[in-house]
Structures are given as structure tokens and as C-alpha cells.
């Protein structure tokens, strides 16, 4: 239910993470790419996103604006 993850992330690997269906809490003190952002939308049971030194820009934000 929760997941903590150190390194970098890239679209692929943040699609692997998409598909832990039973996820709530997820924690990247990693380095994102912006354009993978949009498969943590698919996760259904996600409460909490921390993104710490992730590097995230605006555009890559926009993609998670319809998870509640």
C-alpha cells in the first residue's frame, strides 16, 4: 500500500508503478520524467503523492490535475 522509490524514473518504469493497483501512498525522492507523469492517474486507490526532490516542471503536473 506503500511505496518509496530512489534513483530515476522514466516514462516505462512509472508505468510499472501504475500498476500496483492497491497503492495509497507513493513517495519519489527520485528524479522524474515529466512525460510519465500521467500513468500515476491510473492508480485508484492513491491518497498520497509526495514528489520531495523529484524535479517535476509545471508541464509535467498538468497531467495528474484530474486525480483526486
Known amino acids: ?3 518509496q522509490l530512489h534513483g530515476t524514473l522514466d516514462a516505462v518504469s512509472l508505468r510499472h508503478v501504475s500498476r500496483a ?4 501512498e ?3 525522492s527520485a528524479k522524474v520524467a ?3 507523469l500521467f500513468h500515476l492517474a491510473e492508480l485508484p486507490r ?5 514528489l520531495g ?3 517535476v516542471t ?3 503536473i498538468i497531467d495528474l490535475r484530474h486525480v483526486r
Open 34 to 36: 515529466d512525460d510519465g
Open 1 to 3: 500500500r506503500r511505496l
Open 26 to 28: 507513493l513517495h519519489l
Open 58 to 60: 509545471d508541464a509535467g
Open 53 to 55: 526532490s523529484a524535479g
Open 21 to 24: 493497483a492497491q497503492l495509497e
Open 46 to 50: 492513491l491518497k498520497q503523492l509526495s
